[in-house]
């Protein structure tokens, strides 16, 4: 176990819906970041956050969004949902700036798999 | 951008022998981080080893050593004495140490590993 935790499970929706995806990093992280992995490939980096601000961001329609709150808990937004959506999400979190070598590695939450019908 | 391409979609080994799964990378960066991730059926992404460009010396965990060749940007995970708790897909994953993608994970497409009795 990682400490990362989402929520989540699991979620069914249908196309033009919006969804809330949450995750709570780990105890002493201030990083999170957010990937979409569908069905047999590896995971695509959609966004990360860093202290509240986003840090970065992969090649996703600005209908993903997300959120980092002060305890470094994080959302992802998904507005007006397609069905190539459907996918596991996974959020990681890691110790940015933390002046450690393992300060950049990402550990991973369990995942949400969303269904969009 | 960066690339990491995983050459075996599968593979499978007895218990108690000795299996390599295949990374290469494709980048302009000197400086950067490898990554191997495991991810059993339970979904839930867990590294297994980590490797920093700038070290020579292969990184080794317990049983999982890697054969890290930056001039031939390989970077191969070798799992001895296999155990059926190793089965799981595997993914390789890039990056950067810098730079605007700095934060920002590069996985392969992975290689499914079943470890049989």
């Known amino acids: 176990e990682t400490g990362v935790t989402q929520s989540p499970t699991h979620l069914i929706k249908t196309r033009g819906q919006q969804v809330t995806l949450r995750c709570s990093s780990q105890?002493?992280?201030?990083?999170v970041s957010w990937y979409q992995q569908a069905l047999g490939q590896g995971p695509q980096f959609i966004f990360q956050?860093?202290?509240?601000?986003?840090?970065g961001r992969g090649n996703f329609p600005p209908r993903f969004s997300g959120l980092q709150f002060p305890n470094y808990s994080s959302e992802l937004n998904v507005n007006a949902l397609e069905l190539d959506d459907s996918a596991l999400y996974l959020c990681?979190?890691?110790?940015?700036?933390?002046?450690?070598?393992?300060?950049?590695?990402?550990?991973f939450g369990p995942g949400t798999r969303l269904l969009v019908l | 951008a960066q690339t990491v391409t995983q050459s075996q979609p599968e593979m499978s080994v007895q218990e108690a022998e000795t299996v390599t799964l295949s990374c290469t990378y494709d980048?302009?960066?000197?400086?950067?981080?490898l990554f191997w991730y495991k991810q059993p059926p339970s979904r839930q992404m867990i590294l297994v080893i980590r490797?920093?460009?700038?070290?020579?010396q292969n990184a080794t965990e317990n049983r999982f050593s890697v054969n890290f060749q930056k001039a031939a940007k390989s970077f191969s995970l070798k799992i001895s004495d296999s155990q059926l708790g190793d089965t799981a897909m595997y993914f390789c994953?890039?990056?950067?140490?810098?730079?605007?993608?700095?934060?920002?994970?590069?996985f392969g497409q992975g290689t499914i590993l079943t470890v049989h009795p």
């Open positions: 956050y860093y202290r509240e601000e986003e840090n």
């Open positions: 994953a890039f990056m950067n140490a810098g730079g605007t993608s700095y934060g920002k994970l590069t």
């Open positions: 490797q920093e460009a700038y070290k020579q």
């Open positions: 105890s002493g992280h201030n990083t």
């Open positions: 990681a979190s890691s110790l940015e700036g933390g002046g450690t070598p393992q300060g950049e590695t990402q550990y």
């Open positions: 980048t302009s960066e000197s400086n950067y981080y």
